[in-house]
């Protein structure tokens, strides 16, 4: 075995830094400056890149595919280098923009950056996403971004989630004169997808949205079931008093809301919920988006998607006062390992105030 090894390299400073002339605060500054100065250059080195390669796509579309994915990653990578040597959010996004407003001709991505309903997360975008139909020109690097953006798994964990809720709206369904409430429906999916297992029950719904082109638009989509809906518009943040008189409930629904609210919101609803919502072992579920996404720094540079990450110490302390008076709680991870899928449910001992 050849036990030789080479001798380690010597940490060198910049060429130009004279270490005569500065104190040792001094060079550290200065070399961290050079090392961010370093960093932003190769990420303007990329933006070039990414035009030329945009404007001269390989034909064959796996190959145009791969490459255009591997610039996108490239892209983050560079951008957390970036961060880590202390450059700032404001440099990252200055030298990015003309390669954000490439991207932005994917008519998903242009969603996500303009907020065309001026939030983040609504019900369209959101229905982009559980459609998956790349809507951008074919064989453009609008295209291939769009495809890798609705195919990603950041994307598919919401597909997951609704499939979740799905499963347990059909699961509730089954049982007799059940009521179900779903916080922030949006478009939703979830409902569309078992209607004739609610058709064939006796159950009733409740479905509250803040947008209300979000319930026009679903009021419509949910025509034969409408017998057993009721609407809700409004932020639920300050309308438990209006969705209380429909309940208690034994479901209620909340996936996707939490990566929006703060821990004192989420607080608040899981309180309002168990105190004036839920029936005697009613289950509220919710879900987030953990700690450490990998897709974090591609949706906040390409997108103006902002979700507030949490893991699963966080989602036990916004219960713990819920599971010291009798509640049970149970987490789980969708199948990408993006989010939480966190089921809270009330004591049969506890009753609706
Ligand atoms: C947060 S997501 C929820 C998506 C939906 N639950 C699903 O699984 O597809 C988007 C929807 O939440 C609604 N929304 C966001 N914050 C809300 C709030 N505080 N109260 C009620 N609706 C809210 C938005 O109007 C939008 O239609």
Same mark, same amino acid.
């Given at each position: ?43 303007? =080195?990329? %933006?070039?890149?990414?035009?030329? $390669?945009?404007?001269? &796509?390989?034909?064959? +579309? #796996? ?36 390669? =954000?407003? %490439?991207?932005?001709?994917?008519? $998903?991505?242009?969603? &996500?950056?303009?907020? +065309? #309903? ?236």
């Amino acid at each position: 075995m050849n036990m030789e090894r080479s001798q380690p390299t010597q940490p060198h400073s910049p060429p130009h830094v004279d270490r005569s002339r500065y104190h040792s605060n001094q060079i550290d500054n200065e070399i961290a400056s050079t090392q961010g100065q370093c960093k932003i250059d190769q990420l303007e =080195a990329l %933006v070039i890149s990414f035009h030329e $390669f945009a404007n001269n &796509l390989p034909a064959d +579309p #796996r190959t145009a595919f791969n490459a255009t994915v591997f610039r996108m990653h490239q892209f983050c990578a560079t951008i957390d280098d970036c961060y880590s040597v202390g450059n700032s959010r404001e440099e990252i996004l200055s030298v990015l923009r003309s390669a =954000a407003d %490439v991207y932005a001709r994917s008519p $998903f991505v242009s969603r &996500l950056q303009n907020w +065309p #309903r001026g939030y983040p997360g609504d019900f369209e975008s959101i229905e982009y996403i559980v459609d998956q139909i790349n809507k951008a020109p074919p064989h453009t690097v609008e295209y291939f971004i769009e495809q890798y953006s609705l195919g990603s798994p950041i994307s598919q964990q919401h597909r997951n989630k609704v499939a979740h809720q799905a499963s347990l709206i059909r699961k509730y369904a089954r049982k007799a004169a059940i009521k179900i409430l779903i916080v922030a429906c949006g478009s939703a999916p979830d409902v569309r997808s078992c209607m004739p297992e609610i058709a064939a029950s006796d159950c009733r719904l409740v479905l509250n949205d803040m947008d209300a082109d979000a319930l026009s638009y679903i009021q419509e989509k949910l025509s034969p079931i409408l017998d057993r809906l009721v609407f809700i518009k409004g932020n639920v943040l300050t309308n438990i008093n209006k969705l209380a008189p429909f309940g208690p409930f034994d479901l209620i629904l909340c996936g996707g809301l939490f990566d929006y609210l703060t821990d004192n919101q989420i607080n608040f609803l899981l309180h309002k919920a168990d105190e004036r919502l839920l029936a005697p072992g009613g289950v509220l579920f919710f879900s987030n988006i953990g700690t450490g996404n990998p897709y974090r720094t591609m949706i906040e540079h390409f997108g103006a998607w902002r979700l507030i990450e949490r893991d699963k110490d966080d989602l036990c302390r916004l219960v713990s006062t819920l599971v010291a008076s009798g509640s049970e709680f149970a987490v789980t991870r969708d199948g990408t390992g993006l989010a939480y899928l966190a089921e809270l449910k009330k004591g049969l001992n506890k009753v609706v105030a």
